[in-house]
DNA sequence: CCCAATGTAAAACGATCGTTTTACATTTCA
DNA sequence: TGAAATGTAAAACGATCGTTTTACATTGGG
């Protein structure tokens, strides 16, 4: 594995698990086994840290959610929430840690979500047929958040629970 | 106005929009108009602070969701959206900044949820009739969570959706 | 065989962190 | 009126922040 690759992968889980101002550089150089010049040389910066994580995160994700039936997304769900654990959106949590003040930061939140919203749209639109449904989708995409914002304090039952959700609202748009 | 309550007025708005770790003493004396020994004396500690924060924000939304409906409960958030902004729930975003390592805060917040969590139940419980429906009160609270968080980058469309879906399950559940 | 270049480790940078202490007004009561 | 007490402002605390610099190995080419 290259350099970098250690880099985001050391930076990941304390990131996630600590959050973004909250975690040091020296701990990021302790779990990647680096000094801080080497991790300088390779990262830029604290903050271009976090954004080639959040950029590498969304990667994952993406390729998880690339399904075809809105039933398919949230199975997505169900096995990265027990997988990966629940924290709560990434993205988010670091966008509001910042404020929104870090450009870097913001510029791949914005990125991600956007991209989030279109596959979606997709989605929706393969399982209705035609030209899809704007504000099924928009639904879909709130109960998605929702799902991942409430597993932090109800586990699994919360994907259970948007999983059924999508499911009736699903059948009502197809009638 | 006394001087606890000044010191929470102030100090809400900046957790709120930069974050409990990013928000210095400093900051948060200045706001106040107080010497920072003055702010120890009332608040105790940085945590403590943030924690009267949390407590002194779950009155005021508590209070802003006591209705009878579900429609009225997302008519409630889009109220709240609109007054206050939507920067995503303040009680999962300071948890997930401080890893849920700081007990006072971790209390408060699962306090919190939990009277949340109590609330959509009898409200549910109010529209149907009856002893409630479980599964549909965690939709509900699915829906309210995730247009929450995607208030954040879809502004108030995010909440409409969410009302939207919530009639559309709870007109179901009806029948 | 030496010199330039590359990569790393670790010390050091000023700044700021949350918190405590010192110093000084003002007020309260005998 | 004088002494104890209260409240505040501001300096100072050690620790840690993100970042840069210094010092030293190791390597490749002329």
Redesign the pocket.
Known sequence: MD?RSTILAAAEPLFDRHG??????????AAA?????????????????MAAVLAEREGRFMQRIEVASVDALFAALDDWVREEGSRGCLFLRTQGETGGDTPEIAAVVTAHKQAFRARIAEIVAAELGGSGDASLAEQILVLFEGATAAAVYRGPAAVAAARAAAATLVAGARR
């Open positions: 350099t973004y101002t909250a975690t040091g550089m020296d701990r990021l150089t086994g680096l000094s801080s010049r080497t991790l300088y040389k390779h990262a830029g910066s604290k903050a271009a840290l």
